[in-house]
Antibody, heavy 124, light 110 residues
Framework: EVQLVQSGGGLVKPGGSLRLSCAAS????????MHWVRQAPGKGLEWVSS????????YYAASVKGRFTISRDNVNDLLFLQMSSLRDDDTAIYFC?????????????????WGQGTLVTVSS | QSVLTQAPSASGTLGQRVTISCSGS????????VCWYHHLPGTAPKVLIYRNTQRPSGVPDRFSGSKSGTSASLAISGLRSEDEGDYYCAAWEDSLSGWVFGGGTKLTVL
């Protein structure tokens, strides 16, 4: 069974840092691009970042570029999102997601499946 | 303000057909594939349609997607109570080199 299990959320002060993890199982992790998507309270889904299979290509939303870093460990089947200089408006549920297909690049893919989500709260 | 535009709400009665629209531009919908997601608060979003019209295995054929120019639509026929929730369109945005989502449409089944 394909599974994405997330960890690492929590409460952090503005300006602080946090690292989210997403443990993958049930599929060949190194053959799929991976993604992070978030949902702020009362808001819609917002794409955050994507990473290609070999980490050669990294993509970020303008709202997080320079503050967040996406990475992956293809040996241990792990996806990470290192978040720094956190702001109040980064408060959201963060979802990791796998690409739906292996033969398509990041831009021509889709998100399937998604992790269970982890809450990040930025507040003093 | 989302790059892709969706009506904030839609409704239909049991068994009815409803359509949810998503409006974009030449740099997203027109030049790239559109996908649709269903999301219930507290759960993981689920893909309904990918590559404009393709349905993943397990998604009923009551769901169908279409695209024309800078707009895309999701049609749901034979509306059921479990279809309630939020529906999002998404596409790659060439000018941003990133994904963009619509603002979401909240579907209510009356």
């Amino acid at each position: 069974e394909v599974q994405l299990v997330q960890s690492g959320g929590g409460l952090v002060k503005p300006g602080g840092s946090l690292r989210l993890s997403c443990a993958a199982s049930g599929f060949s992790f190194n053959t799929y691009s991976m993604h992070w998507v978030r949902q702020a309270p009362g808001k819609g889904l917002e794409w955050v970042s994507s990473i290609s299979t070999g980490s050669n290509y990294l993509y970020y939303a303008a709202s997080v570029k320079g503050r967040f870093t996406i990475s992956r460990d293809n040996v241990n089947d792990l996806l990470f999102l290192q978040m720094s200089s956190l702001r109040d408006d980064d408060t959201a549920i963060y979802f990791c997601a796998r690409a739906g297909g292996t033969i398509f690049g990041v831009a021509h893919n889709w998100f399937d499946p998604w992790g269970q989500g982890t809450l990040v709260t930025v507040s003093s | 303000q989302s790059v892709l535009t969706q009506a904030p709400s839609a409704s239909g009665t049991l068994g009815q057909r409803v359509t949810i629209s998503c409006s974009g531009s030449s740099s997203n919908i027109e030049s790239n594939f559109v996908c649709w997601y269903h999301h219930l608060p507290g759960t993981a979003p689920k893909v309904l349609i990918y590559r404009n019209t393709q349905r993943p295995s397990g998604v009923p054929d009551r769901f169908s997607g279409s695209k024309s120019g800078t707009s895309a639509s999701l049609a749901i026929s034979g509306l059921r109570s479990e279809d309630e929730g939020d529906y999002y369109c998404a596409a790659w945005e060439d000018s941003l080199s990133g994904w963009v989502f619509g603002g979401g449409t909240k579907l209510t089944v009356l």
